[in-house]
């Protein structure tokens, strides 16, 4: 499984991004799908996850400002980030855990947002 993360960028506090994350495989496929970030210094730290079913989860740090979501016909994750914060400032990884086991990282893409 192949992972593609894009969308990220610089913006201003309380400005909003779209990340999108891409795979190779189908979403019958995959298990949980999530978005993963990690500041400088900091250790990864889990932002939200989307299971096959379709239920999700936040951190408590981005609950109401970020939303995960998917396309089905298009392969595709998405996360909305409204409303944000210079503690959003990150890299922003997506990962695809498969039935089995195996997980499955993408790039990476910088979000940076400006005070």
């Known amino acids: 499984v192949q992972l593609q993360a894009s969308g990220g960028g610089l913006v201003q506090t309380g400005g909003s991004l779209r990340l999108s994350c891409a795979t190779s495989?189908?979403?019958?496929?995959?298990?949980?799908m999530g978005w993963y970030r990690q500041a400088p210094g900091k250790q990864r730290e889990l932002v939200a996850t989307?299971?096959?079913?379709?239920?999700?989860m936040y951190a408590d740090s981005v609950k109401g400002r970020f939303t995960i979501s998917r396309d089905n016909a298009k392969n595709t994750m998405y996360l909305q980030m409204n409303s944000l914060k210079p503690e959003d400032t990150a890299v922003y990884y997506c990962?695809?855990?498969?039935?089995?086991?195996?997980?499955?990282w993408g790039q990476g893409t910088q979000v940076t947002v400006s005070s």
């Open positions: 990962k695809a855990s498969v039935w089995g086991g195996t997980d499955y």
């Open positions: 495989a189908s979403f019958f496929s995959i298990n949980v």
């Open positions: 989307i299971i096959r079913g379709g239920s999700t």
